[in-house]
């Protein structure tokens, strides 16, 4: 395999962090966009009064410091430099600006960098970055809030579908199967543990990202989805008992875990089933 140019590498790795810098903007403020559009909803429903609140979205108002509410300068909002050029604390406040922001940026610079060494770069490959991207979103936003938004679930699906149109076309009918199978497989076990027990052991933005997991892959890797994300789930799950007293008795999001899965099986999923099969 040929690789690209140092120079090349360096522009994906600045392009994927400052891609990865936006995503941080996406974890943190689509949640609180999404709270105060249901809170909206259920008033207006109600025929209660409707505060009126400042505008907030994903360009405004500008970024903040999470403690004093001051803004940010340019120079400070750099993709992982500014974070180390203040040692991860506001300018003005000297509070602590969490470890996410870097981890987040450098996460988007790893996987800008590691599918131009497993793809080149291609129009395939954007797709496949823009879905580990989503994926990430997805991962801590379900870590942070138990949230797995429609806004990304649902296009993360059709895309999956486009992609395969575009770029595999004898793979579509497997990623229908794949979409179909994904919802309807953990659609089933919620409802079995619900009938069973009575509670809900997980939620449908579950079923949905099972089933836009399924659209990139094809139904074929479904298996493997569930067997990577269940196995994490469990290890960390028993790990986190264990190390973290205060966490006992506390869910445990799974839509991080399938996240994991999916950039496995994405990036290198061919290669653990040709490795697999050449151990049979
Ligand atoms: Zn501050």
Known sequence: MKLPPWDMLIIVFIFGSCL???LNVVITRLPVILMNQWRLEARTALELPVESTPRFNLAVPSSLCPRCESSIAWHDNLPLIGWFKRCGRCAVCKGIISLQYPLIELSGGILALAITFLHGISPAS????????TLLALAVIDFRTYLLPDILTLPLLWAGLLYQLLFQPYMLSSAVIGAMGGYLLLWSVFWLFKLLTGKEGMG???????????????????????????????????LAQVLLPRLRGAPLPFGPFLSIAGWVCLLIGNELVAFYLSLV
């Open 20 to 22: 990865g810098s936006f």
């Open 126 to 133: 954007l797709f496949i970055y823009a879905a580990c991207l």
């Open 204 to 238: 449908y933005g579950d079923f949905k990202l099972l089933a836009a997991l399924g659209a990139w892959l094809g139904w074929s890797f479904l298996p493997l989805l569930l067997l990577i994300s269940a196995g994490l789930g469990a290890i960390i799950g028993i």
